[in-house]
Protein backbone atom coordinates (compact mmCIF):
# COMPACT_ATOMS: atom_id res chain seq x y z
CA UNK A 1 0.00 0.00 0.00
CA UNK A 2 1.53 3.28 -1.12
CA UNK A 3 -0.89 6.13 0.61
CA UNK A 4 -0.74 9.59 -1.84
CA UNK A 5 0.16 12.88 -1.30
CA UNK A 6 -2.59 14.61 0.82
CA UNK A 7 -3.29 18.41 0.51
CA UNK A 8 -2.20 20.67 2.70
CA UNK A 9 -2.98 23.33 5.11
CA UNK A 10 -1.07 26.89 6.41
CA UNK A 11 0.75 27.02 9.17
CA UNK A 12 2.35 30.34 10.34
CA UNK A 13 4.86 32.01 11.87
CA UNK A 14 7.55 31.15 13.66
CA UNK A 15 7.97 28.11 16.60
CA UNK A 16 9.37 28.80 20.00
CA UNK A 17 9.44 26.41 23.56
CA UNK A 18 6.75 27.39 25.52
CA UNK A 19 5.15 26.88 29.35
CA UNK A 20 2.05 25.76 27.83
CA UNK A 21 3.23 22.47 26.47
CA UNK A 22 6.80 22.02 28.54
CA UNK A 23 8.86 20.18 25.41
CA UNK A 24 6.74 20.50 21.97
CA UNK A 25 7.71 23.56 20.49
CA UNK A 26 4.65 25.42 19.57
CA UNK A 27 3.71 28.45 16.96
CA UNK A 28 3.67 32.18 18.52
CA UNK A 29 0.24 32.42 18.62
CA UNK A 30 -0.43 30.16 21.89
CA UNK A 31 -4.36 29.16 20.91
CA UNK A 32 -4.52 25.40 21.50
CA UNK A 33 -6.24 25.20 18.34
CA UNK A 34 -2.77 26.21 16.65
CA UNK A 35 -0.92 24.19 18.59
CA UNK A 36 -3.51 21.48 18.01
CA UNK A 37 -2.80 22.05 14.47
CA UNK A 38 0.85 21.82 14.51
CA UNK A 39 1.23 18.89 16.99
CA UNK A 40 -1.61 17.15 14.94
CA UNK A 41 0.99 17.37 11.48
CA UNK A 42 3.68 16.76 14.18
CA UNK A 43 2.10 13.46 15.24
CA UNK A 44 1.20 12.40 10.95
CA UNK A 45 -2.89 11.97 12.24
CA UNK A 46 -3.75 13.04 8.43
CA UNK A 47 -1.32 9.77 6.94
CA UNK A 48 -3.13 6.96 9.25
CA UNK A 49 -6.43 8.64 9.26
CA UNK A 50 -7.51 9.93 5.74
CA UNK A 51 -7.63 7.14 3.19
CA UNK A 52 -6.84 7.01 -0.38
CA UNK A 53 -9.36 9.20 -2.21
CA UNK A 54 -11.02 9.95 1.09
CA UNK A 55 -11.95 13.54 3.27
CA UNK A 56 -9.15 14.45 5.68
CA UNK A 57 -9.59 12.90 8.93
CA UNK A 58 -12.61 10.29 8.51
CA UNK A 59 -10.24 7.18 8.52
CA UNK A 60 -10.48 4.01 6.27
CA UNK A 61 -7.07 3.86 5.92
CA UNK A 62 -6.22 -0.44 5.96
CA UNK A 63 -3.71 -1.86 8.05
CA UNK A 64 -2.36 -5.19 7.56
CA UNK A 65 -1.16 -6.92 10.34
CA UNK A 66 -0.25 -10.89 10.90
CA UNK A 67 -3.59 -11.35 12.10
CA UNK A 68 -5.48 -9.68 9.70
CA UNK A 69 -6.67 -6.20 8.84
CA UNK A 70 -7.37 -2.98 10.77
CA UNK A 71 -9.09 0.39 9.44
CA UNK A 72 -8.14 3.34 11.34
CA UNK A 73 -10.75 5.14 12.67
CA UNK A 74 -13.09 8.59 12.05
CA UNK A 75 -11.62 11.44 13.71
CA UNK A 76 -13.27 14.46 12.28
CA UNK A 77 -16.39 15.86 14.79
CA UNK A 78 -19.11 13.89 13.27
CA UNK A 79 -21.23 12.91 16.46
CA UNK A 80 -22.41 9.75 14.80
CA UNK A 81 -19.49 8.18 12.73
CA UNK A 82 -16.45 10.31 14.66
CA UNK A 83 -15.51 11.63 17.71
CA UNK A 84 -17.94 14.51 18.23
CA UNK A 85 -19.55 13.12 21.51
CA UNK A 86 -15.85 12.55 22.87
CA UNK A 87 -15.52 14.68 25.95
CA UNK A 88 -11.82 15.28 26.90
CA UNK A 89 -11.22 12.96 29.11
CA UNK A 90 -12.71 10.64 26.69
CA UNK A 91 -9.69 11.59 24.27
CA UNK A 92 -7.46 11.61 27.10
CA UNK A 93 -8.15 7.96 27.79
CA UNK A 94 -7.54 6.97 24.65
CA UNK A 95 -4.45 8.68 24.14
CA UNK A 96 -2.84 7.94 27.36
CA UNK A 97 -4.47 4.45 28.00
CA UNK A 98 -5.80 2.96 24.68
CA UNK A 99 -9.41 2.55 25.66
CA UNK A 100 -12.36 4.05 23.50
CA UNK A 101 -15.14 6.00 24.73
CA UNK A 102 -17.13 2.50 25.41
CA UNK A 103 -14.41 1.22 27.84
CA UNK A 104 -13.39 -0.86 24.68
CA UNK A 105 -9.62 -1.89 24.28
CA UNK A 106 -8.09 -0.39 21.06
CA UNK A 107 -5.81 -1.99 19.13
CA UNK A 108 -2.13 -0.68 19.14
CA UNK A 109 -1.89 0.17 15.72
CA UNK A 110 -3.35 3.22 16.64
CA UNK A 111 0.20 3.93 18.74
CA UNK A 112 -1.16 4.95 22.35
CA UNK A 113 2.10 3.29 22.86
CA UNK A 114 3.83 6.26 22.19
CA UNK A 115 1.04 8.80 22.53
CA UNK A 116 0.69 7.65 26.35
CA UNK A 117 4.09 9.91 26.89
CA UNK A 118 2.60 13.35 25.36
CA UNK A 119 1.41 15.68 28.27
CA UNK A 120 -2.25 16.45 28.95
CA UNK A 121 -2.21 19.96 27.20
CA UNK A 122 -0.36 18.38 23.95
CA UNK A 123 -3.16 15.60 23.65
CA UNK A 124 -6.07 18.16 24.34
CA UNK A 125 -4.40 20.88 22.08
CA UNK A 126 -5.05 18.18 19.60
CA UNK A 127 -8.38 17.45 20.44
CA UNK A 128 -9.31 20.83 20.02
CA UNK A 129 -8.08 21.30 16.62
CA UNK A 130 -9.79 17.79 15.35
CA UNK A 131 -13.02 19.26 17.19
CA UNK A 132 -12.73 22.40 14.43
CA UNK A 133 -11.71 20.33 11.22
CA UNK A 134 -14.72 19.79 8.57
CA UNK A 135 -17.35 17.17 10.21
CA UNK A 136 -17.57 14.13 7.79
CA UNK A 137 -20.10 11.55 8.13
CA UNK A 138 -18.27 8.30 7.33
CA UNK A 139 -18.09 4.60 8.85
CA UNK A 140 -14.86 2.95 7.76
CA UNK A 141 -15.20 -0.62 7.10
CA UNK A 142 -14.98 -3.37 10.03
CA UNK A 143 -11.72 -4.65 11.02
CA UNK A 144 -11.01 -8.19 9.18
CA UNK A 145 -9.32 -10.02 12.20
CA UNK A 146 -9.31 -13.83 12.82
CA UNK A 147 -10.36 -15.33 15.87
CA UNK A 148 -9.83 -14.78 18.51
CA UNK A 149 -7.70 -12.10 17.99
CA UNK A 150 -10.68 -10.08 16.80
CA UNK A 151 -11.88 -10.59 20.24
CA UNK A 152 -10.84 -6.69 22.31
CA UNK A 153 -10.89 -8.23 25.51
CA UNK A 154 -7.35 -10.24 24.70
CA UNK A 155 -5.58 -7.09 24.61
CA UNK A 156 -5.93 -6.30 28.22
CA UNK A 157 -3.12 -9.03 28.49
CA UNK A 158 -1.46 -7.59 25.70
CA UNK A 159 -1.18 -4.49 27.16
CA UNK A 160 -0.17 -6.24 30.33
CA UNK A 161 3.20 -7.90 28.65
CA UNK A 162 3.63 -4.81 26.43
CA UNK A 163 2.34 -1.25 27.89
CA UNK A 164 2.95 0.88 30.17
CA UNK A 165 1.38 4.38 31.02
CA UNK A 166 3.49 6.73 31.84
CA UNK A 167 3.87 10.72 30.92
CA UNK A 168 7.40 11.49 29.12
CA UNK A 169 10.49 12.51 31.37
CA UNK A 170 13.44 14.64 30.61
CA UNK A 171 16.99 13.20 30.88
CA UNK A 172 18.48 15.58 33.50
CA UNK A 173 21.64 15.14 32.10
CA UNK A 174 20.93 15.77 28.56
CA UNK A 175 20.30 19.27 27.16
CA UNK A 176 16.76 21.08 26.64
CA UNK A 177 17.04 20.62 23.03
CA UNK A 178 18.26 16.82 23.34
CA UNK A 179 14.74 16.06 25.53
CA UNK A 180 12.42 17.32 23.26
CA UNK A 181 14.14 15.96 20.27
CA UNK A 182 12.82 12.91 22.57
CA UNK A 183 9.55 14.03 23.13
CA UNK A 184 8.76 14.70 19.46
CA UNK A 185 10.56 11.51 18.38
CA UNK A 186 9.64 9.24 21.34
CA UNK A 187 5.70 10.67 21.68
CA UNK A 188 4.40 12.89 19.29
CA UNK A 189 5.91 11.25 16.16
CA UNK A 190 6.17 7.79 17.36
CA UNK A 191 9.22 6.68 15.72
CA UNK A 192 9.64 3.64 16.91
CA UNK A 193 6.31 2.48 15.80
CA UNK A 194 7.85 1.45 12.34
CA UNK A 195 11.71 1.74 13.05
CA UNK A 196 11.72 -0.85 15.99
CA UNK A 197 11.09 -4.82 15.00
CA UNK A 198 8.53 -6.56 17.20
CA UNK A 199 8.35 -9.47 19.67
CA UNK A 200 6.41 -12.13 19.11
CA UNK A 201 3.13 -10.93 21.26
CA UNK A 202 3.81 -7.86 18.88
CA UNK A 203 4.72 -5.64 21.26
CA UNK A 204 7.86 -3.31 20.28
CA UNK A 205 11.29 -4.91 21.17
CA UNK A 206 12.73 -2.49 23.45
CA UNK A 207 16.40 -4.86 23.02
CA UNK A 208 15.97 -3.36 19.55
CA UNK A 209 15.00 0.08 19.89
CA UNK A 210 15.11 2.20 16.40
CA UNK A 211 17.28 -1.05 15.10
CA UNK A 212 14.59 -1.40 11.83
CA UNK A 213 11.90 -3.04 10.69
CA UNK A 214 9.21 -4.48 8.19
CA UNK A 215 5.96 -2.49 8.75
CA UNK A 216 2.99 -2.77 5.91
CA UNK A 217 5.27 -4.42 3.55
CA UNK A 218 8.16 -2.01 3.82
CA UNK A 219 11.26 -1.90 5.63
CA UNK A 220 11.83 1.46 7.89
CA UNK A 221 15.99 1.32 8.22
CA UNK A 222 18.00 1.73 11.31
CA UNK A 223 18.17 5.06 12.84
CA UNK A 224 20.56 4.32 15.49
CA UNK A 225 23.85 5.90 16.04
CA UNK A 226 25.47 3.08 14.56
CA UNK A 227 27.50 2.48 11.06
CA UNK A 228 24.76 0.52 9.91
CA UNK A 229 22.12 2.95 11.18
CA UNK A 230 22.90 7.20 11.06
CA UNK A 231 26.02 6.65 13.12
CA UNK A 232 28.00 8.09 9.54
CA UNK A 233 25.85 11.27 8.84
CA UNK A 234 26.64 14.59 9.74
CA UNK A 235 23.44 16.49 11.48
CA UNK A 236 22.83 18.29 8.71
CA UNK A 237 22.68 15.57 6.15
CA UNK A 238 19.96 13.99 8.49
CA UNK A 239 18.38 17.55 9.24
CA UNK A 240 17.89 17.56 5.29
CA UNK A 241 16.33 14.67 4.75
CA UNK A 242 13.80 15.00 7.89
CA UNK A 243 12.93 18.41 5.89
CA UNK A 244 13.23 17.01 2.34
CA UNK A 245 12.68 13.24 2.42
CA UNK A 246 16.11 13.62 0.01
CA UNK A 247 19.62 13.41 0.74
CA UNK A 248 21.13 13.67 -2.70
CA UNK A 249 23.31 10.59 -3.41
CA UNK A 250 22.37 8.91 -0.44
CA UNK A 251 19.04 8.23 0.89
CA UNK A 252 15.32 9.07 -0.38
CA UNK A 253 12.11 8.75 1.40
CA UNK A 254 9.62 6.34 0.02
CA UNK A 255 6.41 4.46 0.94
CA UNK A 256 5.03 5.43 4.15
CA UNK A 257 7.85 7.19 5.27
CA UNK A 258 7.37 9.56 2.05
CA UNK A 259 4.20 9.98 3.65
CA UNK A 260 5.68 11.21 6.90
CA UNK A 261 7.51 13.66 5.19
CA UNK A 262 4.79 14.86 3.03
CA UNK A 263 2.12 15.29 5.86
CA UNK A 264 4.04 15.67 8.94
CA UNK A 265 8.10 16.59 9.04
CA UNK A 266 8.06 18.70 6.23
CA UNK A 267 6.01 21.39 8.16
CA UNK A 268 7.91 21.36 11.78
CA UNK A 269 9.79 23.89 12.47
CA UNK A 270 14.13 24.08 11.77
CA UNK A 271 14.44 24.00 15.49
CA UNK A 272 12.24 20.94 16.09
CA UNK A 273 13.96 19.11 13.19
CA UNK A 274 17.35 20.04 14.76
CA UNK A 275 15.95 18.88 17.80
CA UNK A 276 15.40 15.83 16.53
CA UNK A 277 18.49 14.95 14.56
CA UNK A 278 20.29 15.61 17.55
CA UNK A 279 18.28 13.01 19.50
CA UNK A 280 18.57 10.25 17.04
CA UNK A 281 22.27 11.03 16.78
CA UNK A 282 22.84 10.11 20.16
CA UNK A 283 20.56 7.02 20.10
CA UNK A 284 22.65 3.71 21.21
CA UNK A 285 23.97 1.79 18.50
CA UNK A 286 22.09 -1.63 16.85
CA UNK A 287 23.67 -3.82 14.33
CA UNK A 288 20.92 -3.71 11.68
CA UNK A 289 20.54 -6.35 8.67
CA UNK A 290 21.94 -4.21 6.09
CA UNK A 291 25.15 -3.68 5.16
CA UNK A 292 27.39 -0.20 5.60
CA UNK A 293 28.50 1.46 2.47
CA UNK A 294 32.42 0.41 3.83
CA UNK A 295 31.05 -3.22 3.73
CA UNK A 296 30.36 -4.25 0.52
CA UNK A 297 32.15 -3.85 -2.36
CA UNK A 298 30.00 -3.27 -6.30
CA UNK A 299 31.01 -5.43 -8.95
CA UNK A 300 30.30 -3.65 -11.58
CA UNK A 301 28.68 -3.22 -15.02
CA UNK A 302 27.97 -6.53 -17.06
CA UNK A 303 26.85 -5.51 -20.43
CA UNK A 304 26.32 -8.95 -21.97
CA UNK A 305 23.95 -9.36 -18.73
CA UNK A 306 20.62 -10.01 -20.40
CA UNK A 307 18.72 -7.65 -18.09
CA UNK A 308 21.10 -5.18 -18.89
CA UNK A 309 19.39 -3.75 -21.73
CA UNK A 310 16.20 -3.35 -19.56
CA UNK A 311 18.21 -1.63 -16.94
CA UNK A 312 19.76 0.86 -19.06
CA UNK A 313 15.81 1.31 -20.87
CA UNK A 314 14.03 1.19 -17.51
CA UNK A 315 16.44 3.25 -15.12
CA UNK A 316 19.55 5.33 -17.24
CA UNK A 317 17.05 7.62 -18.51
CA UNK A 318 16.50 9.27 -15.19
CA UNK A 319 19.36 7.98 -12.90
CA UNK A 320 22.22 9.03 -15.25
CA UNK A 321 23.55 12.31 -16.02
CA UNK A 322 23.38 13.66 -19.75
CA UNK A 323 25.51 16.31 -21.04
CA UNK A 324 23.39 18.73 -19.14
CA UNK A 325 24.52 17.47 -15.93
CA UNK A 326 20.74 16.49 -14.95
CA UNK A 327 19.94 13.07 -13.95
CA UNK A 328 21.78 10.79 -10.97
CA UNK A 329 25.04 9.88 -11.19
CA UNK A 330 24.16 5.99 -10.47
CA UNK A 331 27.24 4.55 -11.03
CA UNK A 332 28.68 6.15 -7.30
CA UNK A 333 25.69 7.00 -5.95
CA UNK A 334 23.35 3.21 -6.21
CA UNK A 335 25.60 1.40 -3.58
CA UNK A 336 24.88 4.51 -0.91
CA UNK A 337 21.21 3.93 -1.08
CA UNK A 338 20.03 1.22 2.00
CA UNK A 339 17.26 -0.25 -0.52
CA UNK A 340 19.73 -1.15 -3.42
CA UNK A 341 21.92 -2.89 -0.65
CA UNK A 342 19.82 -4.61 1.40
CA UNK A 343 20.08 -8.51 0.59
CA UNK A 344 16.08 -8.63 1.42
CA UNK A 345 15.63 -6.13 -1.47
CA UNK A 346 11.72 -5.32 -0.01
CA UNK A 347 12.11 -1.36 -0.64
CA UNK A 348 14.01 -1.68 -4.27
CA UNK A 349 10.72 -3.72 -5.18
CA UNK A 350 8.33 -2.03 -3.30
CA UNK A 351 9.75 1.65 -5.25
CA UNK A 352 10.01 -0.27 -8.93
CA UNK A 353 6.50 -1.69 -8.42
CA UNK A 354 4.22 1.29 -6.65
CA UNK A 355 7.01 4.97 -7.39
CA UNK A 356 7.47 7.37 -5.20
CA UNK A 357 5.64 10.54 -4.84
CA UNK A 358 7.09 12.92 -2.01
CA UNK A 359 7.08 16.44 -1.39
CA UNK A 360 9.16 18.24 0.74
CA UNK A 361 9.94 21.71 1.85
CA UNK A 362 11.86 22.46 -1.46
CA UNK A 363 12.53 18.58 -3.29
CA UNK A 364 9.11 17.27 -4.57
CA UNK A 365 9.82 13.87 -5.60
CA UNK A 366 8.80 11.31 -8.62
CA UNK A 367 9.43 8.11 -10.02
CA UNK A 368 6.75 6.51 -12.01
CA UNK A 369 5.07 2.65 -11.27
CA UNK A 370 6.39 -0.07 -12.82
CA UNK A 371 3.56 -2.41 -11.86
CA UNK A 372 1.70 -2.23 -15.08
CA UNK A 373 4.25 -1.54 -17.20
CA UNK A 374 6.69 -4.54 -16.41
CA UNK A 375 6.36 -8.33 -15.54
CA UNK A 376 6.69 -9.88 -11.84
CA UNK A 377 9.52 -11.49 -13.78
CA UNK A 378 10.95 -8.43 -15.21
CA UNK A 379 10.96 -6.59 -11.85
CA UNK A 380 12.65 -9.52 -9.88
CA UNK A 381 15.46 -9.80 -12.53
CA UNK A 382 15.59 -5.85 -12.24
CA UNK A 383 16.40 -6.30 -8.35
CA UNK A 384 18.64 -9.05 -8.76
CA UNK A 385 20.72 -6.78 -11.44
CA UNK A 386 20.66 -3.91 -9.36
CA UNK A 387 21.00 -5.59 -6.07
CA UNK A 388 24.11 -7.61 -6.90
CA UNK A 389 26.11 -4.82 -9.46
CA UNK A 390 25.37 -2.15 -6.88
CA UNK A 391 24.60 -3.51 -3.58
CA UNK A 392 27.35 -5.92 -3.65
CA UNK A 393 25.12 -9.09 -2.34
CA UNK A 394 24.62 -11.88 -4.68
CA UNK A 395 20.99 -12.65 -3.62
CA UNK A 396 18.70 -13.40 -6.11
CA UNK A 397 14.98 -11.90 -6.74
CA UNK A 398 12.11 -14.68 -7.83
CA UNK A 399 8.56 -13.68 -9.40
CA UNK A 400 7.04 -15.29 -6.33
CA UNK A 401 9.28 -11.97 -4.13
CA UNK A 402 7.63 -9.37 -6.61
CA UNK A 403 4.22 -11.10 -6.34
CA UNK A 404 3.89 -11.06 -2.94
CA UNK A 405 4.70 -7.09 -2.40
CA UNK A 406 2.53 -6.40 -5.45
CA UNK A 407 -0.52 -8.00 -3.43
Known sequence: MVLSRRGRACLAGAMLMTAGSTLAATPDDESPLTRGEYLTRAGNCLSCHTREGGAPFAGGVPFETPYGTLYSTNITPDPDTG?????????????????????????????????????????????????NVESVAYQPPENQLVFPFDQRALLAAWKFVNFDAARFEPVSDQDEEINRGAYLSEAVGHCGECHTPRTLTQGLDSKQHYAGATQQGWTAWNITSGAR??????????????????????????????????DSLSWLSEQDLRAIARYLMQVPAKDGQVPARDEIEPAGANPEDPIHSLFVAACESCHYPDDRGRGGPYPTSFPNYSAVRDPNGTNLIRVMLDGLIRGGRSDEAFMPAYRDLLTDEQIAALATYIGQRFGGHDNSFSADDVAALRD
Open 229 to 262: GIGNWSEQKLLNYLSTGHQRGEAVAGGPMAEVVS
Open 83 to 131: IGRWDDDDFIRAMHEGIGRQGEHLYPAFPYTAYTLMSRDDVLAIKSYLD
